[in-house]
């Protein structure tokens, strides 16, 4: 039996052995070009790359003119009919239009002044009474509506709930917490509120005056999920009784009297047995507008035809778009989230170039997509796969993933350090599965970690990336990662803490495990259903 027919009958002819050559365009993926590269896109000028601005348009630009500079296809067509890199979308949301708060001759702005929970939807700016109903609280014990009629009338409470001397809750007679009290009361006291009737509900915090300053900060940066993108023009879900954080001298202006008047009033009714009644009253006018905003963005693409097999085509993605600047005007420059993908795909897309210079290209076709909107929800990866494959899915046989790759996790510090999670390899394909397992072995050697590939896990890290986008589709992924850190989502993730020495072997795995996905006589059977 010749040396071939072993091969064969192990089972093994799936997995072309690696080359001199292939190791030699490996070896072009380089730490000093990943940083190179990097360096741009992780750069202040860049403002974070936020979807939708200026300077994730001007990424776009930069790995366009990367893809155009090594010579790959331009696939997308263009207004003026010729083809381009960067595939543009629409994306459209809701977000606050004129929101404020008035009360004599002051105005209240959102976020400056107030923060509000849940989505208020009052295009017509609306006056009401003001009422001071102590702590909100309805109960047998505690009832501070009893005898008040608060229909109509914007209704303004204290947050938490009264204790004893001892910290017992007037309400529970103990240490915990009643539904009305702790950090989640409001929901009570506000369902309560609009039972009643009140047309608006303002909840004193309780914090001081500058530790309600830092909780507006922290709030507002949470305020996102109430401009949240969608690639379709929709509804919400809207109310017409808003609810409100405001400050104690927000909450005087509002029931028209003076601050230490309303303190009194507040410290006479946190120290009283029974809920106390109290001649506290104004007027406030409120206007709450939602709008409809369109932004553009784009996907940039880069495309290697194939020889005998050009019509399946092979995946290689990462995403570009971070989280743009911070509201104290910090850049959050997402050097490893996820310019280190991004550089990556950039360095693996000139390896596969050199390679088919010299007459060993591809036998499949490979995409490098670099895709937007990441941040936002997958929304890039989902136009891609989801309204406008420029590859029909039919045809692609895999995508490798790569996003934060290059930084060491808390899990490893101190430990292995040639690490890379691996998740997704095993959820649709087996052979997929096995090739990136022994293409590691026999390149690389890196410690394949599979914490994250558990459908048990807490993190959920499979759904959290853009080849979940391909994988709901049936198509094999792979999504290389490695792990989270205290940068995540910060200003300090930034190029000068990334190891490239890690983030050049990690790249070269996927260039390794891509030219076998890419070579090899047989599609890669899916075959297995574990999502």
């Not at 004599?104 to 700016?125: M, S, W």
């Not at 009737?197 to 500058?210: K, M, N, P, R, T």
């Not at 895999?398 to 690490?419: F, T, W």
């Given at each position: 039996?010749?040396?071939?027919?072993?091969?064969?009958?192990?089972?093994?002819?799936?997995?072309?052995?690696?080359?001199?050559?292939?190791?030699?365009?490996a070896?072009?993926?380089?730490?000093?070009?990943?940083?190179?590269?990097?360096?741009?896109?992780?750069?202040?000028?860049?403002?974070?790359?936020?979807?939708g601005?200026?300077?994730?348009?001007?990424?776009?630009?930069?790995?366009?003119?990367q893809?155009?500079?090594?010579?790959?296809?331009?696939?997308?067509?263009t207004?003026?009919?010729?083809?381009?890199?960067?595939?543009?979308?629409?994306?459209?949301?809701?977000?606050?239009?004129?929101?404020?708060?008035?009360?004599?001759?002051k105005?209240?702005e959102?976020?400056?002044?107030?923060?509000?929970?849940?989505?208020?939807?009052?295009p017509?700016?609306?006056?009401?009474?003001t009422?001071?109903?102590?702590?909100?609280?309805?109960?047998?014990?505690?009832?501070?509506?009893?005898?008040?009629d608060?229909?109509?009338?914007?209704?303004?409470?204290?947050?938490?709930?009264?204790?004893t001397?001892d910290?017992?809750?007037?309400?529970?007679?103990?240490?915990?917490?009643?539904?009305?009290?702790?950090?989640?009361?409001?929901?009570?006291?506000?369902?309560?509120?609009?039972?009643?009737?009140?047309a608006?509900?303002?909840i004193?915090?309780?914090?001081?005056?500058?530790?309600?300053?830092?909780?507006?900060?922290?709030?507002?940066?949470?305020?996102?999920?109430?401009?949240?993108?969608?690639?379709?023009?929709?509804?919400e879900?809207?109310?017409?009784?808003?609810?409100?954080?405001?400050?104690?001298d927000?909450?005087?202006?509002?029931?028209?009297?003076?601050?230490?008047?309303?303190?009194q009033?507040?410290?006479?009714?946190?120290?009283?047995?029974?809920?106390?009644?109290?001649?506290?009253?104004?007027?406030?006018?409120?206007?709450?507008?939602?709008i409809?905003?369109?932004?553009?963005s784009?996907n940039?693409?880069?495309?290697?035809?194939?020889?005998?097999?050009?019509d399946?085509?092979?995946?290689?993605?990462?995403?570009?778009?971070?989280?743009?600047?911070?509201?104290?005007?910090?850049?959050?420059?997402?050097?490893?989230?996820?310019?280190?993908g991004?550089?990556?795909?950039?360095?693996?897309?000139?390896?596969?170039?050199?390679a088919?210079?010299?007459?060993k290209?591809?036998?499949?076709?490979?995409?490098?997509l670099?895709?937007?909107?990441?941040?936002?929800?997958?929304?890039?990866?989902?136009?891609?796969?989801?309204?406008?494959?420029?590859?029909?899915?039919?045809?692609?046989?895999?995508d490798?993933?790569?996003?934060?790759?290059?930084r060491?996790?808390?899990?490893?510090?101190?430990?292995?350090?040639?690490?890379?999670?691996?998740?997704?390899?095993?959820?649709?394909?087996?052979?997929?599965?096995?090739?990136?397992?022994?293409?590691?072995?026999?390149?690389?050697?890196?410690?394949?970690?599979?914490?994250?590939?558990?459908?048990?896990?807490?993190?959920?890290?499979?759904?959290?990336?853009?080849?979940?986008?391909?994988?709901?589709?049936?198509?094999?992924?792979?999504?290389?990662?490695?792990?989270?850190?205290?940068?995540?989502?910060?200003?300090?993730?930034?190029?000068?803490?990334?190891?490239?020495?890690?983030?050049?072997?990690?790249?070269?795995?996927?260039?390794?495990?891509?030219?076998?996905?890419?070579?090899?006589?047989?599609?890669?059977?899916?075959?297995?259903?574990?999502?």
């Amino acid at each position: 039996m010749t040396f071939q027919q072993l091969i064969l009958a192990a089972g093994l002819m799936a997995l072309p052995f690696a080359s001199s050559a292939q190791e030699n365009f490996a070896n072009t993926i380089t730490a000093a070009d990943l940083e190179k590269h990097l360096r741009v896109l992780a750069a202040d000028d860049m403002e974070g790359r936020e979807t939708g601005t200026r300077g994730q348009r001007k990424a776009a630009e930069y790995i366009a003119s990367q893809f155009a500079a090594e010579g790959l296809k331009p696939l997308v067509k263009t207004t003026d009919g010729k083809l381009g890199y960067q595939q543009p979308y629409t994306l459209y949301k809701k977000a606050w239009g004129d929101f404020y708060v008035k009360a004599g001759e002051k105005r209240f702005e959102l976020q400056k002044d107030f923060i509000p929970n849940g989505l208020l939807y009052l295009p017509t700016e609306t006056t009401y009474e003001t009422i001071f109903a102590g702590y909100g609280i309805g109960d047998a014990a505690y009832d501070d509506y009893a005898g008040r009629d608060v229909k109509g009338k914007a209704v303004v409470i204290l947050d938490d709930e009264p204790k004893t001397a001892d910290g017992k809750t007037r309400v529970g007679g103990t240490t915990e917490p009643s539904k009305w009290g702790g950090p989640n009361g409001w929901r009570a006291k506000s369902l309560l509120a609009k039972e009643k009737g009140a047309a608006q509900l303002f909840i004193v915090s309780a914090e001081s005056a500058e530790a309600f300053k830092q909780l507006l900060t922290q709030r507002s940066a949470m305020m996102g999920r109430f401009n949240r993108m969608s690639l379709k023009a929709g509804t919400e879900n809207v109310s017409s009784v808003g609810v409100f954080l405001i400050s104690t001298d927000m909450a005087a202006t509002l029931l028209h009297t003076p601050v230490a008047t309303l303190n009194q009033a507040m410290k006479q009714v946190s120290q009283s047995e029974k809920p106390g009644t109290t001649a506290l009253a104004g007027s406030v006018a409120v206007k709450a507008d939602r709008i409809d905003e369109k932004t553009e963005s784009s996907n940039v693409l880069g495309f290697i035809e194939g020889t005998d097999k050009k019509d399946e085509v092979l995946i290689v993605s990462s995403h570009y778009d971070h989280i743009g600047i911070s509201a104290d005007g910090q850049i959050n420059n997402g050097a490893n989230d996820d310019g280190s993908g991004t550089v990556s795909v950039l360095e693996i897309a000139q390896a596969f170039t050199k390679a088919k210079a010299t007459g060993k290209g591809p036998r499949r076709s490979i995409l490098f997509l670099t895709v937007s909107g990441e941040e936002k929800g997958l929304l890039g990866s989902e136009y891609y796969a989801d309204m406008s494959p420029v590859i029909p899915l039919d045809k692609t046989v895999a995508d490798l993933n790569i996003d934060m790759v290059g930084r060491v996790d808390d899990l490893h510090q101190g430990k292995s350090e040639n690490y890379i999670y691996v998740i997704g390899s095993d959820k649709l394909s087996s052979d997929l599965h096995k090739i990136s397992e022994e293409t590691n072995k026999k390149n690389i050697n890196m410690e394949l970690d599979y914490k994250y590939n558990d459908p048990k896990d807490a993190q959920r890290i499979y759904y959290r990336s853009d080849h979940y986008n391909f994988a709901k589709h049936q198509i094999p992924i792979i999504f290389y990662f490695n792990g989270l850190h205290d940068d995540y989502h910060k200003p300090t993730d930034d190029v000068e803490k990334i190891d490239f020495k890690l983030a050049e072997k990690s790249a070269r795995l996927v260039f390794y495990t891509a030219w076998e996905i890419a070579n090899r006589d047989q599609r890669l059977a899916v075959d297995s259903n574990k999502q």
